[in-house]
């Protein structure tokens, strides 16, 4: 099946600083990526659609300025947390899929902001 | 739009019993379903998946869900857990006949086995 790799896995950070989470297809070429918020002992959240070279989709409520999402390449999207508060601490999940319903997830970026 | 409701937010069970982990759906349209677990800090792993054919799907681990579309459900059961069966399970729905669109998923059901 397809390999995703998400890094880093934990990241801790100040407050107001900025933190950039990849995800990477190794396999294969993935048009389009997900991303997914998950607060503990809660479900996952969708945060946005990215799709290579195009703006990513939002989902309501989600301020794109403050998650910012590259997909500037088939194998690569990022996300961006800018100017990080305590309340953006949380587990982030990217997600692709593979032939249409294959979806496969990263193994997780736990943040912190201190 | 597509909802996706678990009933149980945790199910305690002991090892070698049977156990069932709900989900029903809410959908105007066709969606294809998931079943997903995670372990603690790590991504999710798909368990099963139901897209068409057979209304029972099943793992290779020993789980099995059946989608009811009249009664909007897939729910998850295995007649005989293990201790390694303690984890998070997730139900999920995304549309039908419309690849690439995201997955929605449940609140989660913490499933915990003791011996």
């Known amino acids: 099946g397809a390999v995703v790799s998400q890094h880093p896995s934990r990241v801790i950070c100040k407050s107001g600083t900025s933190v950039k989470i990849e995800c990477r297809s190794l396999d294969f070429q993935a048009t389009t990526m997900f991303w997914y918020r998950q607060f503990p002992k809660q479900s996952l959240m969708l945060m946005a659609t990215?799709?290579?070279?195009?703006?990513?989709?939002?989902e309501q409520g989600v301020e794109k300025d403050k998650f910012l999402i590259n997909h500037a390449s088939l194998t690569l999207s990022t996300l961006t947390v800018t100017s990080a508060h305590p309340e953006d601490s949380s587990f982030y999940i990217c997600?692709?899929?593979?032939?249409?319903?294959?979806?496969?997830f990263g193994s997780g970026t736990r943040l912190t902001v201190v | 739009a597509q909802s996706v409701t678990q009933l149980d937010s945790q199910v305690p069970v002991f090892e070698e019993a049977p156990v069932e982990l709900r989900c029903n759906y809410s959908?105007?349209?066709?969606?294809?379903l998931f079943w997903y677990v995670q372990y603690p800090n790590q991504g999710l792993q798909l368990l099963l998946k139901?897209?068409?054919?057979?209304?029972l799907v099943k793992s290779i681990n020993g789980f099995e869900a059946e989608f009811n579309k009249s009664q909007t459900s897939f729910h998850l059961r295995k007649p005989s857990v293990h201790i390694s069966d303690t984890a998070e399970y997730f139900c999920?729905?995304?549309?039908?006949?419309?690849?690439?669109?995201?997955?929605?998923f449940g609140k989660g059901t913490t499933l915990s086995v003791s011996s």
């Open positions: 139901y897209l068409s054919g057979s209304t």
């Open positions: 999920a729905v995304t549309l039908a006949n419309q690849a690439g669109t995201a997955l929605i």
């Open positions: 997600s692709v899929v593979l032939g249409g319903y294959g979806y496969t």
């Open positions: 959908s105007s349209v066709s969606v294809y």
């Open positions: 990215s799709n290579e070279g195009s703006k990513a989709t939002y």
